[in-house]
């Protein structure tokens, strides 16, 4: 049977009004399970926020355990306080009863001493200062038994015979202290290369009134030099006696490959060592040791000079100070030796 479709006068038609209100709820419902769907799945991505609480919690935790550890200690303060009130008052007691007996004593023995004759009381004076005596005698004993057992470390005082100093004259030995390191200076050896070139360079100094250079390196050390011409004026000036020009040294200093030279002291006092070599080498008759010790250094000077002089060496000091090169000049003095 076909169906009729319903119409108004003015050809309305119901049926497709009811479709088309139909379909839109439809696509509403869709749409709301969409959003719902979509809603759930966000929900689930969230991560779920901090307890803020617990920082908070355990901050009053370990608050109350740091106040319980503090109320202990108070507690335990307040103890020994008592203790120790206790103990003052039974010491107080004690002395106060001591003092007492001791007041009593002396008034029996005042009044027994009354009752005796004179003979008889200087006895009891006599038997009562020896008494006391031997109480005495008896707490020095004690005393010096404790002090006996006392173990006293022995101080050792290094005594060395008073040096006497005088202006060496002979060959010399340099050695350089710094920095706890002690090493050999070529001074005498680079001084005779020195004099090579002062004949190789004689003929600069007709020209020149100074000429500077340097020889080495050997055992670690440059030597420079600077040779200066006196003229015949100066050279009058200096009572030289001559009428001629002369070459002389200025100045020399000892330069250092580097600073790491030497040896120890703990390893210059070994056999073997470099010091001791030289040291074996020197002629104790004509040669001494010079030391140039700089400040860093004293301890080190001070124990190889004694060392040196238990071996029988004479040696002579120069304090360096920070800063300055090892060197001469005909204005220098002698070294000094002991």
Known sequence: ???????????????????????????????VLVAGIRAGKATANIEPLPDETEP??????????????????????????????RETANREAE???VATMLAASKQVMATAREKLDEKTRRQFDAQRAAAVAAEELEKVR??????????????????????ITKSVDGNEKHFRIKEGRIAYVPIMELLEDVKL????RAGQLRTRRSVSGRVGPQDGFYLHYTFTRVDPKNAEELNLGTSSSIVQMASFRMIPVNE?????????????????????????????????????????????????????????????????????SPSGTKSASQ
Do not use: C
């Open 1 to 31: 049977m076909k169906r009729l479709r319903s119409t108004d006068d003015d050809g309305f038609n119901q049926d497709s009004f009811l479709d088309v209100v139909a379909n839109i709820v439809g696509i509403l419902i869709i749409l």
């Open 56 to 85: 908070v919690k355990a901050a009053l935790k370990n608050t109350f355990t740091a106040a319980r550890a503090v109320h202990s200690e108070v507690y335990q303060l307040e103890r020994q306080r008592k203790r120790l009130a």
């Open 95 to 97: 002395q106060l009863r």
């Open 142 to 163: 004690a005393q010096t038994a404790a002090a006996n057992k006392e173990e006293t470390p022995p101080v050792i005082v290094e005594n060395l015979p008073t040096p």
């Open 197 to 200: 070139e002062l004949r190789n």
């Open 260 to 328: 790491d030279l030497g040896e120890s002291l703990k390893e210059v006092l070994q056999p073997g060592s470099d010091f001791r070599r030289r040291l074996a080498a020197l002629d104790r008759r004509t040669e001494t040791m010079t030391l140039w010790a700089y400040p860093d250094s004293f301890d080190e000077y001070r124990k190889l000079k004694t060392e040196l002089f238990r071996a029988g060496v004479g040696s002579a000091g120069r304090p360096m100070p920070f800063g300055v090169h090892i060197g001469g």
